[in-house]
């Protein structure tokens, strides 16, 4: 997409929409894009759910959950960047939102507005500093990431025991199972692109207010919170507590040290109350905001 695509405010609308219509299987390789950034962070989500309730992050793996967060974080920035570049009216209005969230920090909010934006308002800094970020320094920090999360899991994963015949399941089993899950999620991706395309809204007009404006749906607990907190420091620090209290599990939950989810009533409790609010802030973001809250139950 990059061989058609022009960073511009002026051009970014119209190399999208060229995409769609008239390049080769634009339109595919786009559908299939979202559907796999989509796909990703599902299957991300569900790794960081396994590996907490089983106990994963424990000794001597803590660096290796550390570095998952981080990676975890980096695909949400993809999403962030990903969503301003073809530059129309949701992608235009839901960035401006995004980069205003820092100017709740006291002392240096402004500044961090005006880094994230590259002037005072939103415009081709802006634009060009998140297609820099979506497609050169969040590739280059993954993959750095990538090298250091990776090389950890074939020495833990010696101890992940035998399969059916007494074989070891590291990599007789796991290594060749690899190119299976990736040309089945492939297809899975292609065969949802062909039946949901991606499209495209409306050019982005900065003196017209979407009547409507929701993101992704991995986005949709930010987005309830962002619109039903009164307190904008408040928001940003509820935000910022996820990421960086899975940061701190392995060190906190080291003291228990057993693996199964239910000897470790905390740590099991805990998941299940983030996972019920989670899911209630993802409810309530598709609703009326004065119907959020409750989830139109009453």
Request: proline share 8%.
């Amino acid at each position: 997409m990059t061989f058609y695509y022009r960073p511009t405010v002026t051009e970014a609308f119209a190399s999208v929409q060229y995409i769609m219509t008239e390049a080769n299987f634009g339109w595919l390789i786009r559908s299939v894009h979202r559907w796999s950034a989509s796909m990703m962070v599902l299957m991300m989500i569900l790794h960081v759910f396994r590996v907490y309730l089983t106990g994963g992050f424990k000794k001597p793996r803590e660096l290796t959950w550390v570095t998952g967060v981080v990676l975890a974080v980096l695909t949400a920035s993809f999403g962030v960047t990903g969503y301003s570049l073809p530059w129309d009216q949701i992608g235009y209005w839901a960035v401006k939102i995004v980069t205003g969230v820092p100017e709740a920090i006291p002392v240096i909010g402004s500044s961090l507005v005006e880094l994230l934006r590259g002037s005072a308002s939103v415009g081709q800094s802006t634009l060009t500093r998140f297609y820099s970020l979506h497609t050169f320094v969040l590739p280059l920090l993954t993959a750095v990431f990538m090298l250091m999360h990776f090389p950890m899991i074939p020495k833990l994963a010696k101890g992940m025991g035998h399969n059916y015949y007494g074989e070891p399941a590291w990599p007789n089993d796991l290594l060749y199972i690899f190119p299976v899950v990736i040309l089945g999620t492939i297809a899975c991706n292609v065969g949802l692109a062909v039946l949901e395309p991606s499209m495209i809204g409306e050019p982005a007009d900065p003196f017209a207010t979407p009547l409507e404006i929701l993101p992704e749906w991995y986005f949709f607990p930010v987005f309830q919170i962002l619109r039903t907190v009164p307190n904008k420091l408040l928001g940003v620090l509820l935000m910022v507590s996820v990421p960086a209290g899975l940061l701190t599990v392995p060190f906190f939950e080291n003291v228990n040290k057993f693996q199964n989810p239910f000897r470790r009533p905390v740590a099991t409790t805990v998941f299940l109350i983030g996972t019920a609010v989670a899911l209630w802030l993802g409810i309530g973001a598709t609703l009326p905001i004065e119907k959020s809250l409750t989830l139109g139950l009453f």
